[in-house]
Structures are given as C-alpha cells and as structure tokens.
C-alpha cells in the first residue's frame, strides 16, 4: 500500500478548518461590538443636531415675536401720543406705561417673567389670538439742550423731544420654552 504525502503524519489533522472557527467567531464579536459603539455614538450625535435645531427654531421664533412686539409697542405709542389718547399722567407705571426717572429703580425686569405678566401689555397672534409677547413703554423725560433759564423754557416750546423706551419680549417655542427682550428709544414731539 502506498500513502499519499498529504495526508501522512500527525499534523495535517490537528490544523483543520475546525481550530480556525473559534478565531472568526472572536473577530465577529468584535466587529459586532465596534459596529454598536458606533451606531450608539450616531444615534447619541444625531439627538444632539435635533435638539439643536429645536432650540435654534426656539430662538428665531421668539426674536421675531419679540420684534413683532417692539414694533406694536411703537406704532401704539406714536399713535397714542398723536391722538392724544395718552398724556403724562397715564405714564404711572401701570397698564404698561411706565415713568422712568432717573431717581428710579428700573420699572421692569426685563429677566422676570412674573414682571413681563404683571406690568406688560400682551401682544397677540392675528391667527389664532394667542400671546407671542409683551411690551412696556416707558417715559424717559425730555432730552435736548435746555434752555438758559425757565422762562425761556415756557417759551421755547417745541425744542425740546420727549424720550421714551419701549421694551418687548417675545416667546417661542411651546409653552414659552424661550424668549427674548428687545429695547428701542425713540426721541418724539414734543407732546409734553
């Protein structure tokens, strides 16, 4: 009988392809776990971006409210003030209207919620009447050079503006999730 060299001896059998399964079972796993991390780092990244995107939609929609409210607050006070629907007097610091004298502390927290709700004047969505924001007017007194003395105050009517702050703040995002407060000073009149 003659033996074939390839199959003779004691080595061949012991090296099949029966030892070599358990390595590429080992690499698999591997390759199975390294492929999770990442599909995990992915979902992880990808809330992030969503989360993201949210807070900066948040943000535009309040600044635009907010926006919308200055303006409102200032077409209301040139409009006021023109037709005379608003005098000295009605800067009390209520119903939105506020005296801001130098000798005073601030009349809002533009940070404070609770302020924006007590003092502020709502500004309202056309489309479906909900409140976008807030504004408050603010009397800032006379600017201008003033004259020498005051009787020449009494005669020098129209050289001196009245001064005013409107602030706003404007919500975005559902229940107010954010919000932003926008200032302008406008110098009018004189109505004063």
Known sequence: MHTSPSTSG?????????????????????MLVVIGLLAVTGVEDSQL??????NSRNFEQSYYNAETSLSIGE???????????????????????ML??????PPINPLSEADWQANGI?????????VIGAYVIEY???VGQPPLNTSNELNAV?????????????????NGASWTVVQSELELGPYF
């Open 10 to 30: 004691p080595c061949a059998a012991t090296r099949g392809p029966a030892h070599q399964q358990g390595i590429a079972l080992l690499i698999v796993l591997v």
């Open 49 to 54: 971006q969503t989360r993201m995107a949210v």
């Open 75 to 97: 077409r209301a006070l040139q409009e006021g003030l023109e037709n005379g629907a608003w005098e000295l007097g009605d800067f009390d610091d209520s119903a939105g209207l």
């Open 100 to 105: 801001a004298l130098p000798e005073d502390a």
């Open 122 to 130: 709502d500004t309202l969505d056309d489309d479906d009447g909900a």
């Open 140 to 142: 800032l007194g006379k």
């Open 158 to 174: 129209g050289t001196r503006l009245d001064a005013f702050r409107v602030s706003a703040m404007g919500l975005g995002g559902g």
